[in-house]
């Protein structure tokens, strides 16, 4: 597993510490891995979700820095959304 995929878990596990209820939620980050997002948390791993939101490793690092509104990298083309695209923005909702 990456270093930037570990930090990202931890990161995400620390905006999120109550889980995420909404669904399951993958982030693929491009060149690293994948996380899984669901009601007990963050962790590594590329199963199955609900929604894959994908992007490169320094527009994840925004969006989780808050540097980057997750809608912003959608609507601008840093960020692809495959699946539950109303998961995806109480997801973005989440970060925030």
Not at 51 to 79: C, H, I, R, W, Y
Request: glycine content about 16%; aromatic content about 4%; proline content about 1%.
């Amino acid at each position: 597993m990456s270093d930037v995929i570990n930090k990202a878990v931890a990161s995400l596990n620390e905006k999120m510490s109550d889980g995420f209820d909404g669904g399951t939620a993958k982030f693929v980050i491009e060149g690293e891995g994948a996380i899984i997002v669901d009601g007990s948390g963050a962790r590594a791993g590329d199963d199955d979700a609900d929604v894959t939101l994908t992007a490169d490793a320094g527009v994840f690092q925004d969006m989780l820095s808050g540097e980057m509104n997750p809608t912003t990298a959608f609507m601008t083309g840093k960020l692809s959304v495959d699946g539950n695209m109303g998961l995806a923005m109480q997801l973005g909702a989440a970060l925030g």
